[in-house]
């Protein structure tokens, strides 16, 4: 139920402070609007996890045992505090979030651009300004305790204590850090990076951190090779399996380079498409030789899955896996490595590896989609845009679009080789995040699928809803072009969760695919409805 909420009631071990009524959620049209009650927590999971926040779990903070336990948790947060305000302890990214703590004027404008806000039915506690405002009045009282009379007016009565702790940690898992609120923000506040940091305080200071992204992501990934679990051996299988799938979907014999040394491309997938979305890596091998490309996919640990989960909650981890790909690529003698379709690995590899790839790692890097662009654009491979005559929409994933401005080559493409493509509004730079951003599509903990589902993700499902209403029947299938990893797998997941292929004949799936659908010299379509 919504009510109104002040930061320190945080700091109070009362009952649940929000609870989510379907009456109070973002309307959805029908036959999307029956109200759907979040799935509750069972009693020993309460008893067991902090859940007082709103009452869902994707993080999972265990309730310490006894006062001393509870004295250890506090003591080691305000130890990672100050840490993280310090430049020898926090170099990477210091500067922003002092910005960002100290020059937010609470004006506001922001929290009508956050889609949890939004879709949450304006819940206070999702508010873009709600996680920094507490991480501020923390510091304010018990870092800047000495110092200034307006140190002591800001600071409130908010009580450091296991609880307030737990619900900040949990919170942070309630912002995508899909940067909208950055995009609007008059004076360049990133509250994102706030949530960001506050995540990697609890992971790097106190071993908190989301199990599907630490030990089922990172650090399964440079121990075995991949986040999915996918070793070097199975990786040699599965490419086997896909140079025969190729063949026998297309009648191509197509060898895959694997570990080519000196090639042009290091490609660099997701490595969730070769276990989810063999067809997207499959696309880009009928592509690339069809254009030959000089190319080749690497088997070295971390060298054949973008994924750096890193960049969403751990300094440590991030440089780790950044200096994996880099020396995939290295060894290999490339020219450049080439990001395929996932956008938090865009991010990873172009813009955040640069704290921390220098002198020989410094490899070039690039973005696959302007390369996808000219190849389509450029005429040297025949297309046939009847091929793809379906209704067509592009999500924009926030990291590749709004972080890193590649706005136009996926439109692009898709208006040569799509005649029935629609914008969703709003799109490009202004798009709102799938709902699966930040590693939300991938966290499974008891019930967060469900507040994923139904909150964080509701936004980008009505979109898709309106973008298609003119061809709503269900007979008529239709296609949401996503082209990233985990926008995918959020879609997988929310389709599934509202029926949308059964209700409104809704599927996904990547960019290159559709590209290879329209080469006039395959025989068969490449894209199957029935695969999808
Ligand atoms: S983050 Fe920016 S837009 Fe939001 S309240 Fe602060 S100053 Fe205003
Ligand atoms: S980054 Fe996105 S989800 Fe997080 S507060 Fe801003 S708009 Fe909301």
């Known amino acids: ?6 930061i ?32 509750e927590l069972t009693e020993e999971q309460r008893q067991r996890y902090e ?13 310490p045992a006894n006062a001393q336990e509870e004295e250890e948790f ?25 910005h960002s703590l100290d020059y937010c004027v609470k004006c506001q404008l922001c929290n009508d651009s956050c889609p949890a806000y939004l879709s949450s039915g304006k819940q206070e506690i999702y508010r873009p300004t709600f996680r920094p ?14 110092n200034s009379l307006l140190a002591r007016l800001t600071a409130s009565n908010i009580e450091l204590n296991f609880t307030l702790l737990a619900r900040l940690a949990e919170l942070a898992y309630r912002c995508s850090l899909c940067r909208r609120c950055a995009q609007v923000c008059p004076l360049g506040i990133d509250n994102a990076l706030i949530s960001r ?15 599907e992204l630490h030990e089922q992501g990172t650090v399964q990934q440079l121990k075995v090779g991949s986040s999915t679990g996918i070793t070097p051996k199975a990786l040699a299988n599965i490419i086997a399996f896909m140079e025969d799938d190729i063949e026998e979907k297309t009648g191509r014999k197509i060898k895959i380079p694997v570990d080519k040394e000196g090639a042009e491309v290091l490609l660099v997938h997701n490595a969730g498409e070769f276990m989810a979305w063999p067809e997207n890596p499959q696309a880009f091998a009928i592509l690339f030789d069809a254009a030959g490309i000089d190319w080749t996919l690497s088997s070295q640990i ?15 981890q991030a440089a780790r896996v950044a200096v994996h ?20 690995a865009h991010k990873a590899i172009l813009v955040i590896a640069d704290r921390v790839l220098t002198g020989e790692l410094n490899i070039p890097r690039e973005s696959a989609l302007p390369l996808l662009e000219h190849l389509v654009l450029s005429g040297k491979i025949k297309l046939d845009p009847k091929r793809n005559d379906f209704p067509v929409t592009l999500h924009d994933p926030c990291n590749m679009v709004r972080l890193m401005g590649i706005v136009e080559p996926q439109r692009k493409i898709l208006r040569a080789i799509c005649p029935q493509f629609r914008e969703m509004e709003p799109h490009g730079v202004d798009n709102y995040c799938c709902g699966g951003g930040s590693g939300f599509a991938i966290m499974q903990s008891m019930n967060f699928p469900d507040w994923r589902n139904s909150v964080s993700a509701r936004m980008k499902m009505k979109q898709i809803l309106e973008a298609f209403a003119d061809v709503s029947e269900p007979a008529q299938n239709k296609y949401v072009c996503a082209p990233c990893s985990n926008c995918k797998g959020l879609m997988r997941d929310m389709f599934e969760f509202y029926g949308a292929t059964r209700k409104s004949g809704i599927f996904y799936g990547g960019l290159v695919e559709l590209i290879v659908n329209a080469m006039v010299d395959l025989q068969k379509p490449f894209l199957t409805w029935e695969q999808l």
């Open 197 to 211: 940091e506050i995540r990697k305080l609890f992971s790097q200071e106190m071993g908190i951190a989301a199990r």
């Open 51 to 63: 859940a007082s926040l709103d009452g869902i779990v994707g993080l999972g903070v265990t309730k």
């Open 74 to 98: 506090v003591a080691k947060f305000l130890s990672g505090l100050k840490k993280l305000l310090s430049k020898e302890n926090n170099w990477t990214f210091i500067q922003p979030l002092l």
């Open 8 to 39: 320190e009631d945080l700091s109070r071990p009362a009952q649940q402070l929000v609870t989510l009524e379907p009456s109070d959620l973002l309307p959805l049209p029908p036959p999307y609007d029956e109200p759907r009650p979040l799935k």
């Open 133 to 146: 405002e507490v991480l501020r009045r923390i510091i304010n009282k018990y870092l800047k305790k000495e």
């Open 302 to 316: 971390a060298g054949y899955d973008a994924v750096n989960y890193g960049i969403w909650y751990d300094d440590v």
């Open 1 to 6: 139920m919504k009510r109104k909420m002040k």
């Open 325 to 344: 790909h880099a020396e995939a690529a290295r060894t290999l003698k490339v020219k450049k490595i080439c990001v395929g379709e996932c956008g938090h």
